[in-house]
């Protein structure tokens, strides 16, 4: 049982933007830096996100992160339809000292 | 640019032991944090555990009493073993690069593992 709280699903049209939350608490995102990820159909897992908000080389700017207490936000704005995908966030749990993933957001574009 | 590749068994019998090395290429094994996560089919990423170059290691704590993470410099790879498998433990394994912000960069294209008699 994941100790980060994702939607199980969010969904719009091309063009559009989609925010994914990632709820925790103080001993992990609230004290800890926040990763995201995006898993397309059996593949592994692509680093998006790092450090709360920052950026991969290679990561359009049009994916953002943001931190703020014992939650973590993921924006695409211009959802196209190759952004379909599942995303996780993931972090550090200083009380259980180990890394911990969120429960996973499935993103559809209608 | 850092390729980790996963090998191993893809089939454990129960009660045995899960056994997986990561080749890292491209790229010195040396400084970094080298982790395991599993994906059970269907299910969210668990993370397994890391080990730093130095030896070090660090274990989920609901896995710590079966699993051990080993890295062999020399060959640049380093290795999981998970003792006592049970269906439960039937996931895809990736190795991942862990910048030791528990950011992971680099990944594995993954191993199915599937414990079964």
């Known amino acids: 049982q994941s100790v980060l709280t994702q939607p199980p699903s969010v969904s719009a049209a091309p063009g559009q933007k989609v925010t994914i939350s990632c709820s925790g608490s103080?001993?992990?995102?609230?004290?800890?830096?926040v990763s995201w990820y995006q898993q397309l159909p059996g593949t592994a897992p692509k680093l998006l996100i790092y450090?709360?908000?920052r950026r991969p080389s290679g990561i359009p700017d049009r994916l953002s992160g943001s931190q703020s207490g014992t939650s973590a936000t993921l924006g695409i704005t211009g959802l196209q339809t190759g952004d379909e995908a599942d995303y996780y966030c993931?972090?550090?749990?200083?009380?259980?000292?180990?890394?911990?993933f969120g429960t996973g957001t499935k993103v559809t574009v209608l | 640019q850092v390729q980790l590749q996963e090998s191993g068994p893809g089939l454990v019998k129960p009660s045995e032991t899960l056994s997986l090395t990561c080749t890292v290429s491209?790229?010195?094994?040396?400084?970094?944090?080298w982790s395991w996560i599993r994906q059970p089919p269907g299910k969210g990423l668990e993370w397994i555990g890391y080990i730093y170059y130095s030896g070090s290691t660090n274990y989920n704590p609901s896995l710590n009493s079966r699993v051990t993470i080993s890295v062999d410099m020399s060959k640049n790879q380093f290795s999981l073993r998970l003792r006592s498998v049970t269906a439960a433990d039937t996931a895809v394994y990736y190795c991942a690069r862990d910048d030791g912000t528990t950011s992971f960069d680099y990944w594995g294209q993954g191993a199915l593992v599937t414990v079964s008699s």
């Open positions: 103080s001993s992990n995102i609230g004290n800890n830096y």
């Open positions: 491209d790229g010195s094994i040396s400084s970094f944090y």
């Open positions: 993931g972090t550090w749990d200083s009380s259980l000292s180990a890394g911990v």
């Open positions: 450090e709360n908000n």
